[in-house]
Nanobody, 123 residues
Framework: VQLQASGGGLVQAGDSLRLFCDTRRRPSSNNGMGWFRQAPGKEREFVAGISWDGGTSYYLDSVKGRFTISREKGKSVVYLQMNSLKPEDTAVYYC?????????????????WGQGTLVTVSS
């Protein structure tokens, strides 16, 4: 496993979760990072991305204002804080290391992927 994603679980609508991505096996301090998700029967979609220095972040429209991606400089962990969760947020969430310094909504822009962590939101 190149990246280790964790923090998923079963929660109720309106609850919060914090996902973690351990990148120690694939150092990423000079790379953008992203979180994607894949719901059953759907394609994997971009959720959030952050630049190498943490200064710029990007979000899927449907999660803006509810999710926050962050990283600590010099540390190998990237976070996804998810608040006000909805049943439609149910999916397997994957973290990924970008090929360059900036994040992107395109899957092709990422070179390393984690194994995924399941988030289930009940109504």
């Amino acid at each position: 496993v190149q990246l280790q994603a964790s923090g998923g679980g079963l929660v109720q609508a309106g609850d919060s979760l914090r996902l973690f991505c351990d990148t120690r096996r694939r150092p990423s301090s000079n790379n953008g990072m992203g979180w994607f998700r894949q719901a059953p029967g759907k394609e994997r979609e971009f959720v959030a991305g952050i630049s190498w220095d943490g200064g710029t972040s990007y979000y899927l429209d449907s999660v803006k204002g509810r999710f926050t991606i962050s990283r600590e400089k010099g540390k190998s962990v990237v976070y996804l804080q998810m608040n006000s969760l909805k049943p439609e947020d149910t999916a397997v969430y994957y973290c990924a290391v970008a090929r360059g310094a900036w994040a992107s909504s395109s899957r092709d822009a990422y070179q390393y992927w984690g194994q995924g962590t399941l988030v289930t939101v009940s109504s």
